[in-house]
T-cell receptor
């Protein structure tokens, strides 16, 4: 178990292109979260999954954003028709609340998106 | 989440204890206090959490006042590697909401 893995670590794209980020959580963790972080700000919640079910989406998650966790294991976050305002660090975190009894999230290193 | 208030920044000397305050005066009875930190260009890292009692682990100690309206994170012997943004969160929800945190700079 090497923790939460995110790929790619860095992505530079042109405005209007689609990008996809992947997150591999800790294997026994049933909850998976996506956050977005812009420079100088704390991470902002985007969405979360309990196993394969997406249980909540933030207002920040516009219709250009879609997240999936098809088999309750890895997750993908896709951004369609990227805009310069999408430039940010996208963070994934996982949790097994049954084990910890509290919100002790393990975060990945993040995927940094730059939209030109 | 209950609103938390933290200083924007603070400095501390290497080898000395770093005491990071957090105010959460509207915390409810079932909300935990969590501390995370984020070293530059990395994801946030869990440090410690508590409900009512003081807590200690290998990284830090958490002191929660009796009325639970404030807490202090103590890094007993700060090192240069402790330079980071420290986030205090009061929460009993399925997701954590991060504020701007305290930027802690440990100086040699």
């Amino acid at each position: 178990d090497t923790g939460v893995s995110q790929n790619p670590r860095h992505k530079i794209t042109k405005r209007g292109q689609n990008v996809t980020f992947r997150c591999d959580p800790i294997s026994e963790h049933n909850r998976l979260y996506w956050y977005r972080q812009t420079l100088g700000q704390g991470p902002e919640f985007l969405t979360y999954f309990q196993n394969e079910a997406q249980l909540e989406k933030s207002r920040l998650l516009s219709d250009r954003f879609s997240a999936e966790r098809p088999k309750g294991s890895f997750s993908t976050l896709e951004i369609q028709r990227t805009e310069q305002g999408d430039s940010a660090m996208y963070l994934c975190a996982s949790l097994n609340r049954a084990l910890s009894g509290a919100n002790v999230l393990t975060f990945g290193a993040g995927s940094r998106l730059t939209v030109l | 989440d209950a609103k938390t208030t933290q200083p924007t920044s603070m400095d501390c000397a290497e080898g000395r204890a770093a005491n990071l305050p957090c105010n959460h005066s509207t915390i409810s009875g079932n909300e935990y206090v969590y501390w995370y930190r984020q070293i530059h260009s990395q994801g946030p890292q869990y440090i410690i959490h508590g409900l009512k009692n003081n807590e200690t682990n290998e990284m830090a100690s958490l002191i929660i006042t009796e009325d639970r309206k404030s807490s202090t994170l103590i890094l007993p012997h700060a090192t240069l590697r402790d330079t980071a943004v420290y986030y205090c969160i009061a929460n009993n929800d399925y997701k954590l909401s991060f504020g701007a945190g305290t930027t802690v700079t440990v100086r040699a």
